[in-house]
């Protein structure tokens, strides 16, 4: 199974950018997906979680300014983040889950650098 990241980069502070990850799994529908990051020295942390119905949860810190979406049909996860902050500097990797079994992918991971 592959995860592939996309949409890091470097963005002014109050801007906004859109990751997105698409995953190579046969039936996208069966995972709970999640956006963790992480920073040097600090453990990985949760962002935003999506689940097979699509509810959602967000870490109190990215509430009211990112959001997490999915289409199954494209295999893909997305994370609109807006307002950003330079301590949204990370990064970002892509997971997923299926309840009830051991199956746990991560993506390689994409730079979002908040700065001006």
Known sequence: VQ?????GGLVQPGGSLALSCSASVSIFAL??????RQT???QRELVAWITTLSGTNYADSVKGRF???RDNAKKTVYLQMSSLK??????????LRRA?????????????TVSS
């Not at 995860?3 to 949409?7: A, D, M, Q, R, Y």
């Open 86 to 95: 330079p301590e949204d500097t990370a990064v970002y990797y892509c997971n």
């Open 40 to 42: 040097p020295g600090k």
């Open 67 to 69: 959001t997490i979406s």
């Open 31 to 36: 995972y709970h997906v999640g956006w963790y």
């Open 3 to 7: 995860l592939v990241e996309s949409g």
């Open 100 to 112: 009830g079994f051991e199956d746990d992918y991560w993506g390689q991971g994409t730079q979002v």
